[in-house]
């Protein structure tokens, strides 16, 4: 049962454009929404997150959106840059006991320069 | 530098073998994670352990276990390897409640 879905396995785009990366989940009680970037060799490191009681988070070229009610999350970075180039991951927190992240299947962003 | 330490980067062994991993946590985190990450796969949770204890189990085969040191280490065992067991893993630690996970750089697993 995949709790945390990436939909789109990859996402190519243009240097200077907007890059949109998509997340559905279903479990209804995760309290904290996380986006990792991962480069080859390299464990993957936190980028933004967003409280399931926001619907909005922004952090330099990053921001992340909240839809509660539709179960989905996304992740602009605009400008898009040659270095933003790598797999993308959403991760989901739940608190049922202890924290619990569920990660969806990532998304490999490719930025065009 | 995320602050975890992953030995060894590589690992290379055959069907049937038994090998351990280790992670050293970030200086103040009580929390260790384990994942695997298979060929085109995201990142699955094996198992959990904060201060110690045991405290979340996801996805993980009897064959693998895990255990924290009172020193905060971690080490994953993994035994009776087959083929399928080939992947990379990741170890993570946190603070509980400060909302995110920091991974090591992960040991990648090849069995022959």
């Known amino acids: 049962d995949q709790q945390v879905k990436q939909n789109s396995p990859s996402l190519s785009v243009q240097e200077g454009r907007i890059s949109i990366l998509n997340c559905d989940y279903t479990n209804s009680m995760f309290d904290y929404f996380l986006w990792y970037k991962k480069y080859p060799a390299e464990g993957p490191t936190f980028l933004i997150s967003?409280?399931?009681?926001?619907d909005k988070n922004e952090d330099g070229r990053f921001t992340v959106f909240l839809n509660k009610s539709a179960k989905h999350l996304s992740l602009h970075i605009v400008p898009s840059q040659p270095g933003d180039s790598a797999v993308y991951f959403c991760a989901a927190r739940t608190t049922s006991g202890t924290y619990k992240y569920i990660f969806g299947t990532g998304t490999r962003l490719k930025v065009l320069a | 530098d995320s602050g975890v330490t992953q030995t060894p980067k590589h690992l290379i062994t055959a069907t049937g073998q038994r090998v351990t991993l280790r992670c050293s946590p970030r200086s103040g985190d009580l929390s260790v994670y384990w994942y695997q990450q298979s060929l085109d796969q995201g990142l699955q949770f094996l198992i959990q352990?904060?201060?110690?204890?045991?405290?979340a189990k996801g996805n993980i085969l009897e064959r693998f276990s895990a255990q924290q040191f009172p020193d905060l280490h971690s080490e994953l065992n993994l035994s009776s390897l087959e083929l399928g067991d080939s992947a990379l893993y990741f170890c993570?630690?946190?603070?509980?409640?400060?909302?995110?996970?920091?991974f090591g750089s992960g040991t990648q697993l090849s069995v022959l």
């Open positions: 967003i409280s399931s009681i926001k």
């Open positions: 352990y904060y201060n110690g204890e045991e405290r």
């Open positions: 993570a630690s946190s603070v509980e409640g400060s909302g995110g996970l920091f």
